[in-house]
């Protein structure tokens, strides 16, 4: 048993943070599409907490967050063997979970309300002050401004997950950037 965990952890270790359309990655892909435990193990030991802090941005109830969560990692479950590997893994999760959030908020009737998680004793006045500014951009400048920086995508990534092309995801990063320092510059003066 001991072996057979060394073995996993092992092939685990092997599997970290594959570079996009390396060998590495298409071999870790393979294992996916294989249904192989342990790679499936490492997809969600690294995704889960990624994921689920780039929905919880997005949706503010925990159960929310987690309904939307269980949703993307099955769907991931079901496409990844459509999934052809010439983008990268992260592009095309991504590109899943930002669906769901879509597909969630469709179906919901949003309001304008001050939300709850603002108001608890826990906020602090930097991160209300950050995202009352981020509210305040269209709602592809905020998730350009997210998968970018929250995230780490890069921009083509960020590009491929937002269906546009490079230079209008260029574009839309840096005028996005420039409304939301200038927002926050406006709303620390108050």
């Known amino acids: 048993?001991?072996?057979?965990?060394?073995?996993?952890?092992?092939?685990?270790?092997?599997?970290?943070?594959?570079?996009?359309?390396?060998?590495?990655?298409?071999?870790?892909?393979?294992?996916?599409?294989?249904?192989?435990?342990?790679?499936?193990?490492?997809?969600?030991?690294?995704?889960?907490?990624?994921?689920?802090?780039?929905?919880?941005?997005?949706?503010?109830?925990?159960?929310?967050?987690?309904?939307?969560?269980?949703?993307?990692?099955?769907?991931?479950?079901?496409?990844?063997?459509?999934?052809?590997?010439?983008?990268?893994?992260?592009?095309?999760?991504?590109?899943?979970?930002?669906?769901?959030?879509?597909d969630y908020w469709r179906g919901r009737h949003v309001t304008t309300e001050l939300p709850e998680w603002l108001s608890m004793d826990d906020a602090s006045e930097a991160r209300i002050a950050f995202y009352e500014v981020l509210s305040t951009l269209s709602e592809m400048s905020q998730q350009a401004l997210l998968l970018r920086y929250q995230v780490g995508l890069s921009v083509t990534e960020v590009a491929e997950v937002l269906e546009r092309s490079y230079k209008a995801t260029e574009s839309l990063l840096s005028r996005a950037r420039e409304q939301f320092q200038i927002a926050f510059l406006e709303s620390a003066k108050t």
């Open 1 to 102: 048993m001991r072996d057979h965990l060394r073995s996993a952890e092992t092939q685990i270790e092997h599997w970290e943070r594959p570079e996009p359309n390396s060998a590495h990655a298409a071999d870790y892909l393979r294992h996916l599409q294989a249904n192989d435990q342990v790679a499936w193990e490492k997809f969600l030991a690294e995704w889960t907490p990624r994921l689920y802090n780039y929905i919880s941005y997005n949706l503010r109830a925990d159960d929310e967050v987690e309904d939307i969560l269980s949703e993307t990692l099955l769907a991931v479950v079901q496409a990844i063997n459509n999934f052809d590997g010439h983008a990268a893994l992260s592009t095309f999760v991504y590109s899943i979970v930002r669906r769901k959030i879509a």
